[in-house]
């Protein structure tokens, strides 16, 4: 079964040529579906009818090829032309999504600056706060230390009056101790002495009783 195309391509006619053949009658056809379909002998008889013998008085109607190859002639120029306004829709679509891409590509190039610009004026001021409080830290730690040194030599001061109150009430307790410790053991000795004296003299009380 042959569609109107190839029998249009077979004959060397436009497809709306071969429509007006089966309009006519000329040419049988079978309809299948929604589609119309040529048999291959159906074509061949049409090719048959209208092939001259050299016996066969008469020639085919001039006005009839005539016809269909303007009719050819003008469903090739529809069709060139139906296909170059589709190439004409599709390159414009083209185009307007290139166009789009464009103007996107632009709008993110544009967002991405800005936000790079964003970043580095965020990136300097976060740099100058963190700069500020690393010098308020070290003016802190200054003052921390300033103070505890300042603590410190208060102590010390203090602490050397002290020493300074202290040492004449040493050395004279030194003094007193040095002058008392002849007599110290002086009374020491004698109280050993009078303990031993007072052990003989229980042991004679105890032989006696």
């Given at each position: 079964?042959?569609s109107t195309?190839?029998?249009?391509?077979?004959?060397?006619?436009?497809?709306?040529?071969?429509a007006?053949?089966?309009e006519?009658?000329?040419?049988?056809?079978?309809?299948?579906?929604?589609?119309?379909?040529?048999?291959?002998?159906?074509?061949?008889?049409?090719?048959?009818?209208?092939?001259?013998?050299?016996?066969?008085?008469?020639?085919?109607?001039?006005?009839?090829?005539?016809?269909?190859?303007?009719?050819?002639?003008?469903?090739?120029a529809?069709?060139?032309?139906g296909?170059?306004?589709?190439?004409?829709?599709?390159?414009?679509?083209?185009?307007?999504?290139?166009?789009?891409?464009?103007?996107?590509?632009?709008y993110?190039?544009?967002?991405r600056?800005?936000?790079?610009?964003?970043?580095?004026?965020?990136?300097?001021?976060?740099?100058?706060?963190?700069?500020?409080?690393?010098?308020?830290?070290?003016a802190?730690e200054?003052?921390?230390?300033?103070?505890?040194?300042?603590?410190?030599?208060?102590?010390?001061?203090?602490?050397?009056?002290?020493?300074?109150?202290?040492?004449?009430?040493?050395r004279?307790?030194k003094?007193?101790?040095?002058?008392?410790?002849?007599?110290?053991?002086?009374?020491?000795?004698?109280?050993?002495?009078?303990?031993?004296e007072?052990?003989?003299?229980?042991?004679?009380?105890?032989?006696?009783?």
């Amino acid at each position: 079964m042959l569609s109107t195309k190839a029998v249009a391509e077979r004959l060397g006619v436009s497809q709306r040529t071969v429509a007006r053949m089966l309009e006519r009658g000329e040419l049988p056809s079978v309809k299948v579906g929604r589609s119309v379909r040529i048999r291959p002998e159906a074509l061949q008889a049409y090719l048959a009818r209208q092939t001259v013998n050299t016996g066969q008085v008469g020639e085919i109607d001039a006005n009839t090829w005539i016809t269909e190859w303007n009719d050819g002639a003008v469903g090739n120029a529809e069709r060139a032309k139906g296909e170059a306004a589709a190439t004409v829709a599709e390159l414009g679509q083209e185009l307007r999504r290139l166009r789009g891409l464009r103007d996107s590509w632009r709008y993110d190039h544009d967002t991405r600056m800005a936000f790079a610009a964003e970043f580095d004026n965020d990136e300097a001021a976060l740099d100058a706060v963190i700069a500020k409080v690393e010098d308020a830290q070290s003016a802190a730690e200054l003052a921390r230390l300033d103070a505890d040194r300042k603590y410190a030599e208060e102590r010390l001061a203090a602490l050397q009056a002290l020493k300074v109150e202290i040492e004449p009430r040493h050395r004279a307790a030194k003094q007193e101790y040095d002058a008392v410790r002849p007599a110290w053991g002086y009374v020491t000795s004698g109280i050993e002495s009078a303990k031993r004296e007072l052990a003989r003299n229980r042991q004679k009380m105890k032989a006696v009783v």
